[in-house]
């Protein structure tokens, strides 16, 4: 079966940080630009950050800008997103997803093809 496989959420403190994966199964993330997105109960998704494949270039939301880090292992054929200084706010599950393009549209984007079945970042002291 192909899908996206989200792993690394936990339970942390206010402040901590939190390193998120993001890995194929039943295919490969080569030629693909992988994004980040999040929902919190009640809230609408969120875009967060995405990473293009071919130039690596990476692109994030506002809210995230400056404590949230996305890359990629090509060898290892995983992207992650690394999140420190985390707030109550960043309380969410967290998805990856890919639309076939090898270029992000923009970091707020949400609305992917392909997804995982996402990850439980609780942010809590």
């Known amino acids: 079966q192909v899908q996206l496989v989200e792993s690394g959420g936990d339970l942390v403190q206010p402040g901590g940080s939190l390193r998120l994966s993001c890995a194929p199964s039943g295919f490969s993330l080569s030629g693909y630009a992988i994004g980040w997105f999040r929902q919190a109960p009640g809230k609408e998704r969120e875009g967060v950050a995405c990473i293009n494949y071919n130039d690596g270039q990476a692109f994030y939301a506002d809210s995230v800008k400056g404590r949230f880090t996305v890359s990629r292992d090509n060898a290892k054929d995983t992207v992650y997103l690394q999140m420190n200084s985390l707030k109550f706010e960043d309380s969410a599950v967290y998805y990856c997803?890919?639309?076939?393009?090898?270029?992000?549209?923009?970091?707020?984007?949400?609305?992917?093809?392909?997804r995982g079945q996402g990850t439980q970042v609780t942010v809590s002291s």
């Open positions: 997803g890919h639309d076939g393009s090898p270029r992000c549209y923009n970091p707020n984007y949400y609305l992917y093809t392909y």
